[in-house]
Structures are given as structure tokens and as C-alpha cells.
């Protein structure tokens, strides 16, 4: 599975941003999409993920202001990312697996290239 990301850039606080990212190759293995970030100096956390029947998981950080949504048809994530803060400042990267996981970098198989969202205060 091959995973395609963009849409990262810089923001002020409050803004919003979507990130996007795309899986080809064996997609029947990628039921499961989703994202985790890190920031410069910080390990890498879990931020959100969604499987085919919408099952979600989100970090408590970004429950609230950040969503996860998912294209069948174009074996797609999205992450739309609302009253961003500084802290979530970090390279995101768009990962996916077979299965839905609740965090745990070391579970999920399949990661993309990073994408850099920068929020300024």
C-alpha cells in the first residue's frame, strides 16, 4: 500500500486546515486509515483513525476540533482540523492497516511520506 499525503501549510491560530491523503496499490489491505503526527523533539502520537464501517478513534487532544472522514470510491482519509492551536504544530503522516487501531504507532503497517502543518500564534 502506497499512501499519498498533502495539504499541510501554514496557519494562524484559530484557523482551519484539511489534510488529505490517498492509498493505492493493495488497498484491500488498507481497511483501516487514519493519521498521527510529530512535532520537532516529540515522539510520534496518535491523532485520529477511521475503518470502512466508521468506527473512529481520536486523541483527547483533538477530539473536539478535529475530524476524520473517509472516500470509499477514491480509497481516501481526510482530516479536517478546526480552531487549530499552536501545539498542533507537527509533521502528519497518514498511516493504514488492516485493522483499527486505538493509537499505537507500532500497530499500523502502512505510513506515508509527512505532511508539515504549522500553526502560528
Known amino acids: 500500500v502506497q499512501l499519498q499525503a498533502y495539504g499541510g501549510g501554514l496557519v494562524q491560530a484559530g484557523d482551519s486546515l484539511k489534510l488529505s491523503c490517498t492509498a493505492s496499490?493493495?488497498?484491500?489491505?488498507?481497511?483501516?486509515m487514519g493519521w498521527f503526527r510529530q512535532a520537532p523533539g516529540k515522539e510520534r502520537e496518535f491523532v485520529a483513525a477511521?475503518?470502512?464501517?466508521?468506527?473512529?478513534y481520536y486523541a483527547d487532544s483533538v477530539k473536539d476540533r478535529f475530524t476524520i472522514s473517509r472516500d470509499k470510491a477514491k480509497f481516501a482519509v481526510y482530516l479536517q482540523m478546526d480552531n487549530m492551536k499552536p501545539e498542533d504544530t507537527a509533521v502528519y503522516y497518514c498511516?493504514?492497516?488492516?485493522?483499527?487501531?486505538?493509537?499505537?504507532?507500532?500497530?499500523?503497517?502502512?505510513w506515508g511520506q509527512g505532511t508539515l502543518v504549522t500553526v502560528s500564534s
Open positions: 498511516v493504514a492497516d488492516r485493522y483499527l487501531w486505538n493509537g499505537g504507532a507500532e500497530n499500523y503497517e502502512y
Open positions: 496499490g493493495r488497498t484491500f489491505s488498507s481497511s483501516a
Open positions: 477511521m475503518n470502512w464501517n466508521a468506527n473512529t
